[in-house]
Nanobody, 124 residues
């Protein structure tokens, strides 16, 4: 099993920046990829960004490309999401996820482990 704990969510003004962090523990050697997803009230969980745990591949949703940056620290077993130029539609619970399978996926069901989520609120 892999345990994931997110942190960093808070309220921010539109146009502002925020950095989220995800700490992984347990059987982290089984992780192939990690990702960030978000879920706004009344909406389905959606892909934000993903990164290959070993290697440099990254993938972003079109809606955040150029504004968000995903990164990792293999020594600390952490993953981060730097979010710039936030807009109100970025208001959501942000989830960290880990996948044991190789494809760098944007599909919710292809991730095996999930954190509890951290709330990000962007006010206009």
């Amino acid at each position: 099993q892999v345990q994931l704990v997110e942190s960093g969510g808070e309220s921010v003004q539109s146009g502002g920046s925020l950095s989220l962090s995800c700490a992984a523990s347990g059987r982290t050697f089984t992780i192939h990829n990690m990702g960030w997803f978000r879920q706004a009230p009344g909406k389905e969980r959606e892909f934000v960004a993903a990164i290959r745990w070993i290697g440099g591949d990254k993938n972003y949703a079109d809606s955040v490309q150029g504004r968000f940056t995903i990164s990792k620290d293999l020594v600390q077993n952490t993953m981060s999401l730097q979010m710039n130029s936030l807009t109100p539609d970025g208001t959501a619970v942000y989830y960290c996820a880990a996948a044991r399978q190789p494809p760098l996926s944007f599909v919710v069901s292809e991730y095996d482990f999930w954190g509890q989520g951290t709330q990000v609120t962007v006010s206009s």
